[in-house]
């Protein structure tokens, strides 16, 4: 597993939680300054890509398992926003410039730009299926993208500036962040599920499950809220001044947990556990990076049993469609070899009267051949005999 950071000092940051005997620590595995300003989101797909953004305008691509450089896409005229991937398919970049950009993974094609808002873009979201999109914008406006068109499909007028917006795990609940409050949205219903005031300002936000939020604020405070119930469950004091992003995971070692980056520097681990009614947290580590965090972004990479399950599968899979396929070409080839038989008879008998025409025209040029020379000579000879007389 790897964390990785972007900072206000142009760098990104990555290090690996290592386990030393009982105890967890964050050691650095790497560091990149390829940006050339304040670097506001990143984001890592499943197959160890990752994408970062920032007042640069330029997204800035690397690949974790190799550790190479992909390079740079440049598209946007502002500051990008933010970052998404779609199941290691598609990514989703939004700027300042108010355009939505859609790539697609690895080739990093452009496929399509979204455009509407009048503003700038501060958040996006995708829905779990894959068809639709949130937007939030400075233009005080919530659209609603149809992905299967590439158009609008709704607008909703705002009061204020909506700084972020989220989906649910499982997609019928979505949140809107505001400087003050946090609203729930139900997919059903259409309408605000229920809102959540807060005395500081949500930075960022994350589903721990389809019911529970969990939001970190100015103050150095991370909350978790049962949006079925409009109730807390918990608070940790992190002892910072504000909390830039958090991350939810789960490991086989350590099952649920979550880590928050601060804007002095800390990085936090914090062990969740979840009860019926309540939720406990227990703080593993910490590491003090120096730096001005922003943003941050979890990569955990597929364990080798999970690629032989998978294979596994898939071969199962192909085994099926490949004698699903035989069984089909047999009874496409019953019912379909009379005709191709009665067509190729006509196609053997035509061949041979081919091949007999040509076999007699060749025989009759030789012929023809044969009877000029003979003509000649004849000639040949007369001539001869008229010189002698």
């Known amino acids: 597993m790897e964390v990785v950071v972007g900072t206000y000092e142009e760098v990104l ?53 190799k550790r190479s ?20 398919n598609h990514m989703f970049t939004v700027s300042e410039d108010g355009s939505v950009a859609i790539w697609k993974h690895y080739t990093w094609e452009c496929l399509k730009t979204l455009r509407g808002h ?71 219903t259409a309408t605000i599920h229920c809102t959540m005031t807060t005395e500081r300002r949500p930075n960022d936000v994350a589903f721990l499950s389809d019911t529970i939020l969990v939001y970190g604020c100015e103050g150095g405070t991370v909350n978790f809220h049962d949006i079925n119930n409009n109730q807390q469950l918990h608070q940790i004091d992190t002892e910072t001044n504000r909390i830039r992003g958090i991350t939810l995971f789960t490991d086989d070692e350590l099952c649920q947990c979550l880590i928050t980056a601060s804007s002095d520097g800390y990085l936090k681990l914090y062990q969740v556990q979840q009860n019926e009614d309540s939720i406990s947290t227990t703080l ?27 294979k596994a599968v ?37 061949l041979k009267k081919k091949s007999e025409m040509e076999f007699v025209t060749v025989d009759k040029s030789k012929e023809a051949k044969i009877k000029a020379k003979k003509r000649k000579r004849m000639m040949k000879k007369q001539n001869t005999k008229k010189l002698k007389i």
């Open 13 to 65: 940051l990555g290090y690996r939680l290592v386990k030393l005997g009982e105890k967890w620590q964050f050691e650095l595995s790497f560091t990149d300054n390829s940006h050339t300003g304040c670097i506001k989101t990143i984001a890592v797909s499943t197959k160890g890509i990752l994408a970062s953004g920032g007042t640069d305008e330029n997204i800035k691509l690397f690949n974790l398992k």
């Open 69 to 88: 450089d992909l390079g740079s896409l440049v598209h946007h005229s502002g500051s990008v926003l933010g970052v998404e991937f779609y199941k290691g």
């Open 118 to 188: 009048k503003s700038g873009v501060n958040s996006i979201s995708v829905h779990p299926s894959g068809k639709l999109a949130l937007t939030v914008s400075k233009d005080k406006t919530l659209k609603t993208w149809n992905l299967i068109t590439g158009k609008c499909a709704y607008t909703t007028n705002l009061k204020s500036v909506a700084d972020l917006v989220l989906w649910s795990t499982d997609g019928t609940y979505y949140a809107v962040v505001f400087q003050t409050k946090i609203d729930i949205y139900k997919v059903e």
């Open 284 to 310: 593993l580590t910490e590491h003090d990076s120096k730096f001005r965090l922003t943003c941050i972004s979890v990569y955990l990479p597929i364990k080798s049993t999970d690629k032989m399950d998978n």
């Open 314 to 350: 898939t071969e199962e899979v192909t085994e099926d469609v490949e004698s699903m396929e035989d069984n089909s070409d047999q009874e496409t080839l019953k019912k379909e070899t009379p005709k191709k038989t009665k067509k190729n008879d006509k196609r053997k008998k035509l």
